[in-house]
């Protein structure tokens, strides 16, 4: 529980804290693709090249092994802080509550949401909302589509007409998909559509971070949390799979009993025992944390240690054997070699003289 506070004194709320998480989030995303260190994409899938550019570093295909490394730390990462912060991510971080709390922003402020809702007269405001709906679906898919194609790049033909049509495809399905998302699901998309929220079912234990209101505190309450809640659940009721453990019904309750002269009723804690941090000390915690710091470890070993190039040499299918005239057998080789750098380098391929007959020729 929160501390006491006096009429006078403004309680402590969480909403600007999680206002500036969701601008951070989102900045990320829309930058991470106009960065580049040494030349390279922060983090970049170039599909035709087959390489992939993260953190200045360039990962050809033959070393996608510690594409999979990578993926099986963030995965376990992932679970990890599910498994301590419950869907603090989806509250949060997630960039589709973040869309859908600025649609829900502009609907409001347009009057098309909430209690001060006008019916009357609204096409031109719903053309507004929707027109906004839009451009920010196309921003989205945009966004998506900067972490294959160089933003510059993008512009360029997107300006000309000249993007692939497989390109075009793509931003205009995913501009649909998310202006269908921002105009008929929002929150449905995360309690009925989401699996990540399934998951969470599985996942949870009794140490796993919640919004908790105590029974013994159940008739103090006076349902200012239930008319904040996004997710339209009744937090009276215990833990909810629904919960996106977004704190609104915290503040809400805390500007109420702050009214009062009473500390807030509702608090996040670790499990439901009162235990505190000390409810994170269990076996499956400890466990995942020591494999995912593993695979991290393992990672970083195997991407310092991996060779600048890459050589491939195979029998060549273009000249035949064939016997020379002083009775030898000549056999002829085809040689890449790949250059798993972003800087131009020239390569010298030696061959040893082998002790038998055989000769080497280059």
């Given at each position: 529980?929160?501390?006491?506070t006096?009429p006078?004194t403004?309680?402590?709320?969480?909403?600007?804290?999680?206002?500036?998480?969701?601008?951070?989030?989102?900045l990320?995303?829309?930058?991470?693709?106009?960065i580049?260190?040494?030349?390279?994409?922060l983090l970049?899938v170039?599909?035709?090249?087959?390489?992939?550019y993260?953190?200045?570093?360039?990962?050809r295909?033959?070393?996608?092994?510690?594409?999979?490394?990578?993926?099986l730390?963030?995965t376990?990462?992932?679970?990890?802080?599910?498994?301590?912060?419950?869907?603090?991510?989806?509250?949060w971080?997630?960039?589709?509550?973040?869309?859908t709390?600025?649609?829900?922003?502009l609907?409001t402020?347009?009057g098309?949401?909430?209690?001060?809702?006008?019916?009357e007269?609204?096409?031109g405001?719903?053309?507004a909302?929707?027109?906004?709906?839009?451009?920010?679906a196309f921003?989205?898919?945009?966004?998506l589509?900067?972490?294959?194609i160089?933003?510059?790049?993008?512009?360029?033909?997107?300006?000309?007409l000249?993007?692939?049509?497989?390109?075009?495809?793509?931003l205009?399905?995913?501009a649909?998909v998310?202006y269908?998302?921002?105009?008929?699901l929002?929150?449905?998309?995360?309690?009925?559509?989401?699996?990540?929220?399934r998951?969470?079912?599985?996942?949870?234990?009794?140490?796993?971070?919640?919004?908790?209101?105590?029974?013994?505190?159940?008739?103090?309450?006076?349902?200012s949390?239930?008319?904040?809640?996004?997710?339209?659940?009744?937090?009276?009721?215990?833990y909810q799979?629904e919960?996106i453990?977004?704190?609104?019904?915290?503040?809400a309750?805390r500007?109420?009993m702050?009214?009062l002269?009473?500390?807030?009723?509702?608090?996040?804690?670790?499990?439901?025992?009162?235990?505190?941090?000390k409810?994170?000390?269990?076996?499956?915690?400890?466990?995942?944390s020591?494999?995912?710091l593993?695979l991290v470890?393992?990672?970083?070993?195997?991407a310092?240690q991996?060779?600048e190039?890459?050589?491939?040499?195979?029998?060549?299918?273009?000249?035949?054997?064939?016997?020379?005239?002083?009775?030898k057998?000549?056999?002829f080789?085809?040689?890449?070699?790949?250059?798993?750098s972003?800087?131009?380098a020239?390569y010298?391929?030696?061959?040893?003289?082998?002790?038998?007959?055989?000769?080497?020729i280059?």
């Amino acid at each position: 529980m929160s501390e006491k506070t006096s009429p006078q004194t403004q309680p402590r709320l969480l909403s600007p804290w999680r206002r500036r998480c969701q601008w951070v989030t989102t900045l990320l995303l829309l930058l991470t693709p106009w960065i580049e260190i040494a030349g390279n994409s922060l983090l970049r899938v170039d599909i035709p090249e087959l390489t992939l550019y993260f953190l200045g570093q360039t990962l050809r295909i033959e070393e996608l092994y510690l594409v999979l490394i990578a993926s099986l730390a963030m995965t376990l990462g992932f679970l990890l802080i599910t498994l301590l912060l419950g869907r603090v991510w989806c509250g949060w971080l997630c960039p589709q509550t973040t869309l859908t709390d600025l649609a829900e922003w502009l609907a409001t402020r347009l009057g098309l949401h909430g209690k001060n809702r006008q019916n009357e007269n609204g096409f031109g405001k719903k053309l507004a909302l929707h027109s906004f709906y839009m451009a920010l679906a196309f921003l989205v898919s945009s966004n998506l589509l900067w972490y294959f194609i160089k933003p510059l790049d993008f512009f360029a033909k997107l300006a000309t007409l000249q993007l692939h049509y497989a390109t075009w495809v793509c931003l205009l399905t995913v501009a649909m998909v998310i202006y269908l998302d921002l105009a008929l699901l929002q929150r449905l998309m995360c309690s009925e559509f989401c699996p990540y929220g399934r998951f969470q079912t599985v996942l949870a234990d009794q140490s796993t971070l919640a919004l908790h209101l105590p029974p013994a505190e159940l008739a103090r309450c006076i349902n200012s949390c239930v008319r904040v809640c996004p997710m339209q659940i009744d937090i009276r009721n215990g833990y909810q799979v629904e919960c996106i453990n977004c704190g609104r019904c915290l503040d809400a309750c805390r500007q109420v009993m702050n009214k009062l002269n009473q500390p807030g009723l509702i608090s996040y804690t670790f499990g439901t025992e009162g235990k505190g941090a000390k409810a994170l000390l269990n076996l499956r915690t400890l466990l995942l944390s020591m494999v995912t710091l593993a695979l991290v470890a393992i990672l970083f070993f195997a991407a310092h240690q991996r060779p600048e190039a890459s050589l491939k040499i195979a029998v060549s299918h273009m000249a035949s054997s064939r016997i020379l005239k002083d009775g030898k057998l000549a056999t002829f080789f085809n040689a890449w070699v790949n250059n798993r750098s972003s800087r131009p380098a020239t390569y010298t391929i030696k061959a040893r003289q082998a002790e038998s007959e055989t000769a080497l020729i280059l």
